[in-house]
T-cell receptor
């Protein structure tokens, strides 16, 4: 069974600092997604990573994928308060578009 | 707004009552998904449709739950004889899947329906 684990689950950062969120998954997959969720809101798609070594960047967020290690990272550079949210990674079971499994999420709080 | 919409946004009901939620996907999307999300957890897959066909159901979807997508557009999720354990956020998502198309399944989520069972 495909399992997705994120760590840390809670992260409190100072503005201007850097940090990395980790996403490990248990079975072979080459499609990984990162989503953001603000309190009381729905999930917003951030990144789609499709191959080993894929790296995508948007503003202060950069996501990467290592399919051999079954690991994705979401790196935050020079955090700002607006990045406070819960970040989820999700993985497609290989070959099965209907079997997306989500991690438990990382609740990020950026303090001034 | 052409995103995924869900109604109602909030529903409070008494245990044992039936509830029905509606999801309107992005109009050109042929796939529609239902998820359940409890506090502090990621969304858990419940079921999905490709057009009007329900192609997969999770083991989480007990026989009190039924979902339909009669014309391949909007979908409804009904919970019969609600229990307190059904209290959660119910999320709908949609995506576009075409033969020979994108090799991934980026799903777009609606705002969710928060169910509270008293």
């Amino acid at each position: 069974e495909l399992k997705v684990e994120q760590n840390p689950l809670f992260l409190s950062m100072q503005e201007g600092k850097n940090y990395t969120i980790y996403c490990n998954y248990s079975t072979t997959s080459d499609r990984l997604y990162w989503y953001r969720q603000d309190p009381g809101k729905s999930l917003e798609s951030l990144f789609v990573l499709l191959s080993n070594g894929a790296v995508k960047q948007e503003g202060r967020l950069m996501a990467s994928l290592d399919t051999k290690a079954r690991l994705s990272t979401l790196h935050i550079t020079a955090a700002v308060h607006d990045l406070s949210a819960t970040y989820f990674c999700a993985v497609d079971g290989k070959g099965r578009n209907n079997d997306m499994r989500f991690g438990a999420g990382t609740r990020l709080t950026v303090k001034p | 707004d052409t995103g995924v919409s869900q109604n109602p946004r909030h529903k409070i009901t008494k245990r044992g009552q039936n509830v029905t939620f509606r999801c309107d996907p992005i109009s050109e999307h042929n796939r529609l998904y239902w998820y359940r999300q409890t506090l502090g957890q990621g969304p858990e897959f419940l079921t999905y449709f490709q057009n009007e066909a329900q192609l997969e159901k999770s083991r989480l979807l007990s026989d009190r739950f039924s979902a339909e997508r009669p014309k391949g557009s909007f979908s409804t999720l009904e919970i019969q004889r609600t229990e307190q354990g059904d209290s959660a956020m119910y999320l709908c998502a949609s995506s576009l899947s075409i033969a020979g198309g994108l090799p991934y399944n980026e799903q777009f989520f609606g705002p969710g329906t928060r169910l509270t069972v008293l």
